[in-house]
Nanobody
Framework: QVQLVESGGGLVQAGGSLSLSCAASGLTFRSAVMGWFRQAPGKEREFVAAISWSGISINYADSVKGRFTISRDNAKKTVSLQMISLKREDAAVYYC????????????????????WGQGTQVTVSS
């Protein structure tokens, strides 16, 4: 049984930083494309970042480029999202996802292409 468990969410002031982590189990982690998505109330789930199995290929949403950094540790089966310069509009529930297809920028931003999802962790940004 595949499990993805996110942690690290919380309340942060605008301009602050936060780090999210996702621990995977039951998955051939080192071959999975890992992604982060987020969903704010009343909005659709949107792509944040994705990383290939090797960590060499990375894709970011334009809205987070230069502020967020995705990374992974295949030995620990974790994927992280470092967030700096947080804005009010970054507030959302953040989800970790795992895809089993070979890496391609064409699909990594599409939530329907990911097979496994975590339960999410809340990020709140105050002014």
């Amino acid at each position: 049984q595949v499990q993805l468990v996110e942690s690290g969410g919380g309340l942060v002031q605008a301009g602050g930083s936060l780090s999210l982590s996702c621990a995977a189990s039951g998955l051939t982690f080192r071959s999975a494309v890992m992604g982060w998505f987020r969903q704010a109330p009343g909005k659709e789930r949107e792509f944040v970042a994705a990383i290939s199995w090797s960590g060499i290929s990375i894709n970011y949403a334009d809205s987070v480029k230069g502020r967020f950094t995705i990374s992974r540790d295949n030995a620990k089966k974790t994927v992280s999202l470092q967030m700096i310069s947080l804005k009010r509009e970054d507030a959302a529930v953040y989800y970790c996802a795992a895809g089993v297809r070979s890496w391609s920028v064409a699909w990594t931003a599409l939530p329907n292409e990911y097979r496994y999802w975590g339960q999410g962790t809340q990020v709140t940004v105050s002014s």
